[in-house]
């Protein structure tokens, strides 16, 4: 407590607990404070994408110094820019939220995958029109051949009928 106040100082405070067999108050200053992880949780949702620096490489990835004085972790996978190289110290770049954990304070991010999920998107839709293209292809195919092939009316029903009975 006398890291940040003094005896005889104004001082915030809720009271916790009441315990009236041993005469005693819990009280809580924390309590008071909002936590400021509730609005990063809006702010940095998974899979939204915000610009970040590269603050400090260490040797399981880098600390990236994200905008409202939040750091994030980048494991060395997912600094891999879309040339093949590595992000380096001081460099500015868009990363994507993997993941974030409001009980352990923690925030991952990837700038990796801000290219590779357009690729992987219209790597997508390119198969989607290949798709649609065969499908199309197909449909005409059928519709020839329907059109090519003769139609039995049913005057050749009464028809065929007939020389069935002349053939018994």
Request: aromatic letters at 4%.
């Amino acid at each position: 407590p006398n890291e940040f106040t003094e005896v005889g100082a104004p001082l915030d405070i809720i009271v916790l607990e009441i315990d009236k067999e041993n005469r005693r108050l819990s009280l809580g200053h924390k309590q008071i404070e909002e936590n400021p992880w509730n609005a990063f949780e809006a702010n940095f949702r998974v899979g939204s994408i915000h610009e970040g620096t590269v603050s400090e490489i260490v040797e399981k990835g880098a600390v990236i110094a994200l905008p409202e004085g939040i750091e994030a972790f980048a494991t060395p996978k997912h600094l891999v820019k879309a040339d093949g190289t590595q992000a380096v110290k001081g460099e500015v770049l868009p990363f994507k939220v993997i993941e974030f954990n409001k009980d352990a304070r923690r925030i991952i991010v990837s700038h990796s995958r801000t290219f590779e999920d357009e690729a992987k998107a219209e790597a997508r839709a390119g198969e989607r029109a290949e798709r649609q293209q065969r499908h199309q292809d197909a449909s005409a195919a059928v519709a020839a051949t329907n059109a090519a092939t003769e139609k039995a009316t049913l005057g050749d029903l009464d028809a065929l009928a007939a020389l069935k009975e002349k053939l018994s």
